[in-house]
C-alpha cells in the first residue's frame, strides 16, 4: 500500500505558508509505516518543535489503473475518510531551503492518521464540508469546493506516474489553518457534522 499526498491544493492554504498557487499537483509520499495505529496517541517527535496538523479529506482506492483518464477517475474509489498529514514544519522549512526532499519531515511514524472509510454515495464531493477542532475550538474549515485540483484531477495526474492499487490512500491536501500541536491537546475531525475521530497528542 502506497500513500500519495497532494500539497498545495487550497489557494487560501498555499498562500499562508507564502506558496505559490501550483499549475500542476504537487505530490509527495509517504511509507505505509506511516499510518498510526488505530486508537493511538499521537506523539511528537523528538526531531520537532513544530509538528503541524493537516486536517485532509483522504480517498482509498478501490480498482486499480495506470493513465487513469478523468472521466474515468471517479470509478477508481468508492469510499472516503479524513486524515491528518502531519508535518514537522520546522524540519520541511529547512529541507524546502536546500531545495530538499520532504520525507523526513512528512513520513516518519505515525504522520499519517486516519479515520474509518465510508462510502461516497452519501455525499457531495464536490460540496463536502470537514472541518477541525482543537481543543474544542474549530481551527480548519474547509470545503471540497475551494480545492485547485479535485479527485478526479488528482487520480488521473499521478496515474500518469505511479500504477494505483486496491488500497491506496491518496491525501488531497489541507484549506488553511494549519497549526502547531502540543503535548495535551485533543485533535477532533469532523465530516460534514459527523465525527470521524478524535486524537490526544503525547
Ligand atoms: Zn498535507
Known sequence: MKIICIGRNYSEHAKELGNEVPEDPVIFMKPDTAVLKKGSDFYIPEFSDDVHYELEVVLKISKGGKYIRKEAA???YEEIGLGIDFTARDLQSK????????ELAKGFDGSAVLSDFVSKENYDLQNLNFSLAKNQQVVQNGNTKDLIFNFDDI????????????????????PQGVGKVSENDFLEAYLENQKMFGLKIQ
Open 74 to 76: 471517479s470509478k477508481h
Open 155 to 174: 487520480i488521473s495526474f499521478a496515474s500518469q506516474y505511479f500504477t494505483l492499487r486496491v488500497g491506496d490512500l491518496i491525501f488531497t491536501g489541507t
Open 95 to 102: 529541507l524546502k531551503n536546500k531545495g530538499l526532499p520532504w
